[in-house]
């Protein structure tokens, strides 16, 4: 393949390992000497967690709201915001005792007991950043020595959990362990669902214009991929052209080029498979997408 893209899951993210092939090594003639007693040019991978990272993030958790960060990741996992209406002493002495006993337990956490913002507006502001808990803490909270914990990714009060002092070491880090898996649960499967396997050039371009990535058979040849990049991206070209202004908005163009080839392939033999690009035998199913 000319570009090989392999995705690494690690803490619910996406590590790119790019294949810089031999391209830096002829460059900077970068060579190493094989068992033959041959001169090789070295083949390279560019390892690396990018902004990318970041971005993929933002666009598969976030919502109108703001952000939605995986607890693993995120600086803060949860906000403790006393409500007070009269003295705010007790309650924010409460408030500290109760981060000492989350800290202890390995959560990060903190205090919002600033008096110059209602708890509405501190509401607002952990959610725009998207701080996973949000940890409430009343005068009736406060007398049966309890809090009412909110998870970033649920909304309506019958989601309201109510944890009590005694079990907030252990309740606190399960709550963030399950939204967690909730979170990758809900992202995979997203991401399966627009995975479509594909095994002619109509289906191939059907399922990238429906904003899926299509794995289909593929002869593992540099220029057949080439070819495919440019005959989708021609034909992205032409139906943008001819699409009305209302449906411009509705359709993605731009070339498909190969993302990787898994590790899983599908079941059954890859025998008999013809490649969507060239109609030669496939040797692979390899995962397309649309390049922007």
């Known amino acids: 393949m000319a570009h090989l893209y392999v995705c690494v899951f690690a803490l619910d993210i996406v590590v790119c390992l790019s294949g810089l092939g031999q391209n830096f090594a002829k460059m900077f003639k970068i060579e190493f000497e094989d068992k033959q007693g041959q001169k090789q040019m070295v083949w390279q991978n560019s390892w690396g967690l990018t902004t990318r990272t970041l971005g993929v993030m933002i666009m598969v958790h ?3 709201d703001g952000l939605i960060l995986p607890p693993r990741l ?6 403790i915001i006393p409500i007070v209406y009269a003295d705010p002493a007790p309650l924010n002495a409460a408030a500290r005792e109760l981060e000492t006993v989350l800290s202890a337990a390995g959560v990060r956490v903190e205090v919002d007991d600033r008096d110059n913002y209602n708890p509405g507006w501190k509401y607002n502001h952990w959610e725009v950043k998207g701080v996973p808990l949000r940890l409430e803490l009343g005068p009736k909270d406060l007398e049966a020595r309890q809090v009412v914990v909110r998870r970033r990714d649920q909304r309506g009060k019958e989601h309201a959990i109510v944890v009590t002092w005694a079990e907030a070491a252990q309740r606190i880090p399960a709550i963030l362990e399950q939204m967690q898996a909730d979170m ?4 995979k499967a997203e991401a399966d669902a627009r995975r479509k396997t594909v095994h002619s050039w109509q289906e191939f371009t059907k399922a990238l214009d429906a904003r899926c990535t299509a794995l289909a058979p593929h002869c593992d ?3 057949c ?3 495919i990049k440019k005959r989708s991206g021609e034909a992205a070209l032409v139906q943008e052209e001819s699409s009305s202004d ?7 163009t731009g070339a498909a080029k ?5 590790f899983n392939q599908p079941e059954g033999s890859i025998e008999g498979k013809m490649c ?13 997408g649309r390049s922007y």
């Open 74 to 79: 995120a600086p803060t996992q949860a906000v």
């Open 225 to 227: 991929e080439k070819d």
């Open 258 to 262: 190969s993302l990787c080839i898994p």
């Open 246 to 252: 209302a449906d411009a908005g509705e359709k993605l």
């Open 62 to 64: 976030a919502d109108d």
């Open 184 to 187: 990758f649960a809900r992202a």
């Open 276 to 288: 969507i690009g060239c109609g030669q035998q496939a040797k692979h199913y390899t995962l397309f």
């Open 221 to 223: 040849v540099a220029s």
